[in-house]
């Protein structure tokens, strides 16, 4: 140990005391190996298993979480951290996708309806297109205006498409607009006699 001072026990005996013999330290002359166990890895659970309540153990005490709101906060639903979850998941998603996942969840929102058969349109799936605004046309919605103005551009773009030209006059008639439903029909009527004599 360079520059440090090494004191050394000394003894000092009496003419009468004997000194004892020395004690003999003997080195190892193999190497020592000590075997440490390393923790057991234990892998982190899944969403589904995490959300799923751990069964308690005999003898073991289970402990609840309880979360404290105050007056002025108000507790996020389940409902509001299942969507942010599934928002993250569905970024991936169409469109279509997305709002089929919404209105599961939300099976009377119209809104969500008007997107998933605006979806549908765009993606030129005019039948499942046409079952989502017939839907709209039988629930009380206020969206019929814009059910009415994407059911004139569908008939505008494919005048052929009977089904459609119903499905405009029913949207007519439910927003009060008679004599547009009754001049649908007429037209609806005339090309089934061109078609048929």
Not at 22 to 28: K, M, N, R, T, W
Not at 39 to 68: H, K, M, N, Q, Y
Not at 181 to 196: F, G, P, S
Request: proline residues 7%.
């Amino acid at each position: 140990m360079e520059g440090e001072a090494v004191l050394e026990e000394m003894t000092v005996l009496s003419p009468d005391e004997e000194a004892a013999p020395e004690e003999e330290v003997v080195a190892p002359t193999e190497p020592v190996s000590v075997e440490v166990e390393a923790p057991e890895f234990t892998p982190l659970p899944s969403v589904e298993e995490a959300a799923e309540p751990v069964p308690a153990v005999e003898g073991e005490a289970v402990l609840e979480e309880i979360i404290v709101v105050s007056p002025d906060e108000e507790a996020a639903p389940e409902e509001e951290a299942l969507a942010s979850a599934e928002a993250i998941a569905s970024s991936s998603l169409s469109e279509i996708e997305r709002c089929k996942l919404q209105l599961e969840r939300k099976p009377k929102d119209n809104n969500i309806r008007l997107a998933l058969a605006r979806a549908y349109r765009d993606q030129e799936q005019m039948k499942l297109a046409l079952e989502q605004y017939s839907i709209l046309v039988r629930a009380k919605s206020n969206l019929l205006a814009e059910a009415i103005g994407d059911m004139e551009g569908i008939v505008a773009s494919r005048p052929d498409n009977l089904e459609a030209h119903e499905l405009l006059a029913d949207l007519y008639t439910r927003n009060g607009q008679l004599s547009e439903a009754v001049d649908r029909l007429r037209w609806i009527q005339q090309r089934l006699e061109q078609k048929h004599p």
